[in-house]
């Protein structure tokens, strides 16, 4: 069973759909129990940082994520729901994290451009992969594949051995991580069509 972690700030629905859409079920559950008993948990986010992390600890859930990983089950982060496994974020203050990864929620710098273009912030659309490590959630997947994004916060761990793939976007950000039973990305699989499904595809055969 594949458990969608609902904490009240996530696209959860489209997450749900990507599976289906690979032919594996997944279950959108508020339970912490049903967490406990998930084979797989998916943590999606969308949001400030801080709001999540708060909804986590209300709703009861850090402990059951923290049980699945280290019990060693697969795991998988996606946009701030990879965030909230960092130590902490600056987004609208300094604010702790579930420590999982070692390292820091940072936001893009302002005024950063490209060919004389100043980019926007958040970043939003398409960009391009470079990879560094390929856990086995990325197997099909080729360097220089386009996913797409929606933020503007990015992860710098402290263990760069734990960076899967990096992004540009005026700046070189790790796009995804993996560490042990654990992968998480900063852009949306759900929304990366042909990519993304396999990604998705690829979690929920992890053994």
Request: one cysteine or more; charged letters at 20%.
């Amino acid at each position: 069973m594949i458990a969608i972690i609902d904490y009240g700030m996530g696209n959860l629905r489209s997450v749900q759909k990507g599976f289906e859409k690979i032919g594996s079920e997944a279950i959108i559950t508020a339970d912490p129990q049903a967490i406990l008993q998930a084979d797989r948990v998916v943590l999606p986010g969308v949001g400030a940082f801080r709001d999540c992390m708060h909804n986590l600890e209300q709703g009861g859930f850090v402990e059951p994520i923290l049980k699945v990983i280290t019990d060693g089950r697969p795991f998988l982060g996606i946009c701030v729901g990879m965030q909230l496994l960092f130590t902490d974020s600056m987004e609208f203050g300094l604010y702790s994290g579930l420590d999982v990864i070692p390292g820091h929620v940072l936001r893009f710098p302002d005024q950063m451009t490209v060919g004389g273009e100043k980019l926007k912030v958040p970043q939003m659309g398409w960009n391009q992969l470079s990879f560094k490590r390929r856990p086995p959630a990325f197997n099909g997947v080729n360097d220089g594949s386009n996913v797409y994004f929606v933020h503007s916060y990015y992860v710098k761990p402290d263990d760069s051995d734990v960076i899967a793939t990096t992004t540009d976007y005026g700046i070189e950000f790790c796009s995804s991580v993996w560490k042990d039973n654990v992968v998480a990305t900063q852009f949306h699989p759900e929304k990366s069509q042909a990519i993304g499904l396999q990604i998705l595809k690829n979690f929920a055969e992890l053994k």
